[in-house]
Antibody, heavy 120, light 106 residues
Framework: QLQLQESGPGLVKPSETLSLTCTVSSGSISSDGYFWGWIRQPPGKGLEWIGHIYHTGNTYNNPSLKSRVTLSVDTSKNQFSLDLTSVTAADSAVYYC????????????WGQGMLVAVSS | DIQLTQSPSTLSASVGDKVTITCRASQTIDSWLAWYQQKPGKAPKVLIHRASNLARGVPSRFSGSGSGTEFTLTISSLQPEDFATYYCQQYSTYWTFGQGTKVEIK
């Protein structure tokens, strides 16, 4: 069964860059037919899509996050990553990585989530 | 941006009740809508995709309908494990989520 696991620092200082990695196991990140994405959820609030990346490197980002988001993929490690620059307290959230079926475009497998706090 | 508005925000119900949640899109999204269930401290789980397709392994008491701008998620007979928060999500243009509907015990 496909598994996704987020990793990275749980605490980031304001104005710095939040960097997270998602490791995919029991499945290949290079499989055709899937996108790999990031979603976040501030404590007690709803879900926000951050962006998706295909194994070829094509990306689709949330326009509201403008140019602060960079997604990358490392097929040799079966991992994909998120960099979010110039963070503020508003970026504090649980960050999920997830797989999207590219035919039906829904998020069919999720990581367990990782809480990242932005604080000095 | 396409906005999704769910109603109600909170719903109180009893085991065995039929429950309906509505999701309205700010513009047409055809049938590009999914429904997710989220329990506290857990990642969301897909229930329905393409507006009315039951995801693998999801009990048949869950159903989805609608197209265009109005969609519904129905739970035909609420079970104890169904008390959770439900989100709709569109993927017509980028991806956005509704604000969520919490189904709580009456």
């Amino acid at each position: 069964q496909l598994q996704l696991q987020e990793s990275g620092p749980g605490l980031v200082k304001p104005s710095e860059t939040l960097s997270l990695t998602c490791t995919v196991s029991s499945g290949s990140i290079s499989s055709d037919g899937y996108f790999w994405g990031w979603i976040r959820q501030p404590p007690g609030k709803g879900l926000e899509w951050i962006g998706h990346i295909y194994h070829t490197g094509n990306t689709y980002n949330n326009p509201s996050l403008k140019s602060r988001v960079t997604l990358s993929v490392d097929t040799s490690k079966n991992q994909f990553s998120l960099d979010l620059t110039s963070v503020t307290a508003a970026d504090s959230a649980v960050y999920y990585c997830a797989r999207t079926d590219s035919d039906a475009y829904y998020l069919d497998s999720w990581g367990q989530g990782m809480l990242v706090a932005v604080s000095s | 941006d396409i906005q999704l508005t769910q109603s109600p925000s909170t719903l109180s119900a009893s085991v065995g009740d039929k429950v309906t949640i509505t999701c309205r899109a700010s513009q047409t999204i055809d049938s590009w809508l999914a429904w997710y269930q989220q329990k506290p401290g857990k990642a969301p789980k897909v229930l329905i995709h393409r507006a009315s397709n039951l995801a693998r392994g999801v009990p048949s008491r869950f159903s989805g309908s609608g197209s265009g701008t109005e969609f519904t998620l129905t739970i035909s007979s609420l079970q104890p494990e169904d008390f959770a928060t439900y989100y709709c999500q569109q993927y017509s243009t980028y991806w956005t989520f509704g604000q969520g509907t919490k189904v709580e015990i009456k």
